[in-house]
C-alpha cells in the first residue's frame, strides 16, 4: 500500500524532510479554494502567492500564530448598485486557508498586486542555534597559570 503525502508538501513551508511533517497538521476535508502557490526564492526564503482576485487589502488577513501562517479574507457586501448575476465563473466567498511553518520561518511581508497576495518568508535561524566552529588548542600552546608553584617551578610561556 502506497501513500500520496503531496498534500502535506503543499501546505507546509521551510521543512526540509518528510520525518518532520505530522499527518494530522492536514484537515480532512480538502479545500480548493483560493488556488496558490509555494515557491523558494532563495536558499532560506519562500514566497507564498494566492489568488484573490475580487478582495481589497481590507477584506484580506494574514496572521501567524503558533507556527501557523492564516490568510483569510472576508467579503464585504456590495453597496449601491443592484446587479443581476446572470453566471458567476469569480468566486467571491469568505475563505481560510492554514500553512503549517517550519521552525524560524518569519514573515517578511506582504504584498497585493494583479490579484495576487504575495507572502514573503525567510528562514531567520538564531545565532545560539547556528553551528559554530571551536578552535582546537596543542599542550604546546597552552599557558599554565597555577599560584601553587614558586615562580622558578613554573613553565616557561612562550612570548
Known amino acids: ?3 500520496d503525502f503531496t498534500p502535506l508538501f503543499r501546505t507546509a513551508i521551510g521543512f526540509d524532510r518528510l520525518a518532520q511533517m505530522v499527518e494530522g497538521l492536514q484537515d480532512t476535508s480538502p479545500t480548493t479554494f483560493p488556488p496558490y502557490n509555494i515557491e523558494k526564492t532563495g536558499d532560506e526564503s519562500y514566497r507564498v502567492s494566492v489568488a484573490v482576485a475580487g478582495f481589497a487589502p481590507d477584506d484580506l488577513d494574514v496572521t501567524v500564530r503558533d507556527n501557523t501562517l492564516l ?3 472576508r467579503v464585504q ?4 448598485e443592484k446587479v443581476a448575476t446572470l453566471y ?3 468566486a467571491g466567498r469568505s475563505f481560510e486557508r492554514r500553512f503549517a511553518l ?4 518569519v514573515v517578511e511581508g506582504a ?3 494583479n ?3 504575495h507572502i514573503a518568508l525567510k528562514r ?3 545565532e545560539a542555534l547556528k553551528p559554530r566552529r571551536i578552535g582546537i588548542s596543542t599542550g604546546a600552546t597552552q599557558k599554565v597559570i597555577s599560584a601553587d608553584l614558586p615562580a622558578a617551578e613554573q613553565p616557561a610561556q612562550a612570548a
Open 88 to 90: 458567476r465563473g469569480i
Open 115 to 117: 490579484g495576487l497576495l
Open 77 to 80: 457586501p456590495a453597496q449601491g
Open 124 to 126: 531567520v535561524v538564531p
Open 102 to 105: 517550519a521552525d524560524h520561518i
Open 111 to 113: 504584498n497585493l498586486d
Open 1 to 3: 500500500m502506497t501513500r
Open 71 to 73: 490568510v483569510s479574507g
